[in-house]
């Protein structure tokens, strides 16, 4: 049965008020986003995404919900069920889920939304996915380019991925605004669009940098939700910030003994020294080409 809970992001005029003097967000998170729609399935495998195409491409995402960063490991959504001793499968085969490691401090949807799962025995053929070591500000910022990818059809080999724009990082957010529940950590980065947005089923996909037609480019986030209005209108997509978990994933990993593996994490954003390098470099070509032309 698909997992159809909404939880309700409406938020308080007092929360509101306090926004103010802090992070800057987006009118869309504080007057628009009302729900967080799990992207879970345990019987339907992952769909096209909403505005997206087809591809072969991208063989780490696995239509059972899941992004194999490394021969014996994944990454996936937390409220994915995907347990000891289940399958696990994408482009470089089927393989058993040997163990399963919970994000710190992980709760009720949408709290720490992540799981690390290694795997038996090794996909040898699977690379080692570059990680995206890169913390964004909280609160909105311009638009980074990302792509995202879904698991698609195991009968046809094909995935879905489509191009969108992430433009905020929020924390921290309340699931029930004035209710009973207290505000819970979520590392969420956000695509706001009513073209392109993850469904039913694409928990657990992929959060790509860059507009990209393959994984070579770093990957930034794992899908957790889709994002819907107040009048249950999809607006956009949930990823889980990998880059916020860093130092767990780390630690979990090299506690685990049955291999020595370890991600590869690097920054989509260059240093400002090379940037400034990169634009000296530039002047100083121009001014020999003018001197030349003189």
Not at 94 to 116: C, E, H
Not at 144 to 165: D, L, M
């Amino acid at each position: 049965m698909q997992d159809n809970r909404i939880l309700n992001m409406r938020q308080t005029k007092a929360h509101k008020a306090d926004c103010g003097a802090g992070p800057r967000h987006s009118l869309a998170t504080h007057q628009a986003l009302a729900t967080l729609v799990l992207t879970a399935s345990l019987a339907l495998p992952a769909q096209a995404i909403v505005g997206g195409n087809s591809t072969s491409a991208f063989a780490a995402v696995g239509p059972t919900n899941g992004v194999q960063v490394a021969p014996d490991w994944v990454l996936t959504a937390l409220h994915v069920v995907l347990n000891p001793g289940n399958f696990y499968s994408n482009g470089y085969g089927i393989r058993t889920v040997a163990a399963r490691y919970d994000a710190p401090n992980a709760g009720s949807f949408p709290q720490n939304d992540l799981a690390l799962l290694r795997l038996a025995p090794a996909a040898t053929l699977a690379p080692y996915l570059q990680i995206s070591s890169d913390l964004f500000p909280e609160g909105s910022f311009a638009g980074v380019a990302a792509t995202i990818v879904s698991g698609g059809n195991p009968g046809n080999g094909q995935r879905g991925f489509a191009s969108t724009s992430i433009t905020e990082f929020v924390p921290v957010i309340d699931p029930d605004g004035s209710g009973p529940r207290l505000p819970v950590t979520a590392n969420y980065l956000l695509s706001f669009s009513s073209s392109v947005y993850v469904e039913g089923g694409d928990s657990g996909g992929a959060l790509f940098s860059g507009q990209v037609m393959d994984a070579t480019s770093p990957l930034l986030g794992i899908t957790s939700a889709r994002l819907e209005n107040e009048q249950r209108v999809p607006i956009g997509s949930a990823f889980v910030a990998l880059a916020a978990y860093r130092s767990w994933i780390d630690e979990r990993m090299a506690a685990d003994l049955a291999d020595n593996q370890m991600l590869t994490w690097v920054s989509a954003v260059p240093e400002p020294g090379s940037l400034l390098l990169w634009a000296l470099g530039l002047v100083l070509v121009g001014g020999a080409v003018r001197r030349r032309l003189a």
